[in-house]
């Protein structure tokens, strides 16, 4: 590794959270003579890219920004640099430099600073709201922040699986959430599709979520883990509310998924070109009854299989007094199929914001999965 990337990682481990990039901009001026740097992060919507400080949002497909997000390598042009600020698969924005040399050892030295920039914001966003405030183009719903908060992020990558998700309305969203974690050996992913209204539909969701969680992290099955949050819920509600969801859980050596369906989503398979929706066994919706007993069901993935999980909320949407219906989500979808998972999501969600002419009125989550085979 070349010295200004080592002194790039001292500088962003040694400066105070909320002044990073001001931090890495004195070494690459002293290194390679850039005077300005600039962090851009997309906003909650997919829609948008910020800057961190001054200066207007950029949101042209076209712009070398957008293609640098997008195709997640650098862009040089003109002197300006784009480099992608990616965690694990988890796309946070570029970062503009300026100006930069023609040489590709010092785009690619300039491209792993970029990543460990995307690093430290992630280990500092917990505290300091510095980043969280500048990705946001409007106020978010109290409802909204309490469940982009719950989030495990939007996009993850490992060598045998690619993963993204969403949320509609992104600044106004109430109770559709999702969750993912992994040990290297299991994925496990649920998909909620929330009822109610602000935050109380929102409190449901949290619920839920962190009972599903807790359960998770005790080692229980899949059965186990969705009878806990059921029972939760209920402890709480008496049945009066219930929550939808689909639990998933992904054997990383074998490719056997594992699937609870409390009232859920529908879960769409994408494979060999061809959209086919898995035939699930329907069960209560958490918190529905007391005690439900929920039975695990069993199907195999194969190399190169794209699942995708959509609330009713895509399905329902209406424009115009028509709705969006399973015939034109089956047709899109085949269209993701070269598209990466974030890709793929946030298409769908443009093209339901282009049926509708604008912001979702109900919630919608899509979430999609690529298994890339085991791994050594």
């Known amino acids: 590794m070349s010295k200004p990337v080592d002194r790039a990682r001292r500088a962003l481990n040694e400066t105070p959270a909320d002044r990073l990039v001001g931090g890495i901009a004195n070494v690459l001026a002293r290194s390679y003579g850039i005077t300005e ?20 949002s950029i949101t042209s497909p076209g712009h070398p920004a957008w293609r640098a997000f997008d195709h997640q390598s650098p862009i040089v042009t ?21 100006p930069v ?24 966003s917990a505290g300091t709201d510095v ?20 989030l495990p992020g939007r996009s993850r ?12 309305p992104a600044y106004a969203v109430r109770g559709d959430s999702f969750d993912w974690s992994d040990d290297g050996e ?56 219930h929550i939808s969801a689909l639990l998933m859980e992904l054997d990383l050596r074998s490719g056997m998924m594992t699937v609870v369906d409390a009232g859920s989503p529908r879960l769409v398979l994408l494979r ?29 993935m194969e190399r190169g299989d794209r699942v995708f999980v959509v609330s009713d909320g895509v399905v329902e949407a209406t424009g115009q007094h028509t709705r969006y219906g399973e015939t034109a989500l089956d047709r899109f979808l085949r269209r993701t199929g070269p598209m990466a998972p974030l890709d793929a999501v946030r298409s769908l969600i443009g093209d339901l914001r282009a049926f509708v002419a604008g912001d979702l009125v109900d919630d919608a989550v899509v979430v999609c999965l690529d298994w890339t085979g085991p791994q050594p």
């Open 101 to 124: 040399p023609d040489d590709q050892e010092v785009v690619t030295a300039l491209a792993q600073i970029a990543t460990a920039l995307a690093h430290e914001v992630a280990a500092v």
């Open 157 to 168: 990558i490992r060598p045998s699986f690619s993963l993204a998700g969403q949320l509609e």
């Open 186 to 241: 299991q994925l496990w992913l649920s998909t909620i599709n929330g009822t109610g209204e602000g935050v109380a539909a929102s409190l449901l969701t949290s619920l839920a979520t962190h009972a599903l969680r807790n359960a998770r992290r005790a080692g229980l099955s899949l059965a186990d883990q969705a009878a806990l949050a059921d029972q939760a819920i209920y402890d709480l509600y008496r049945g009066e509310q």
């Open 272 to 300: 060999g070109g061809e959209v086919t929706e898995q035939p699930l066994e329907a069960q209560f919706p958490l918190g529905m009854f007391e005690a439900t007993d929920y039975r695990e069901q069993t199907f195999p």
């Open 37 to 56: 740097a600039e962090l851009y992060q997309v906003d909650y919507r997919l829609a948008e890219l910020l800057p961190l400080t001054d200066g207007d």
């Open 131 to 150: 980043y969280r405030t500048a990705r946001r183009s409007q106020r978010l719903t109290l409802a909204a922040e309490m469940q982009w908060d719950l």
């Open 78 to 98: 003109d002197g300006i640099a784009w480099m992608p600020v990616t965690m694990r698969g988890e796309r946070r924005g570029v970062l503009r430099l300026s």
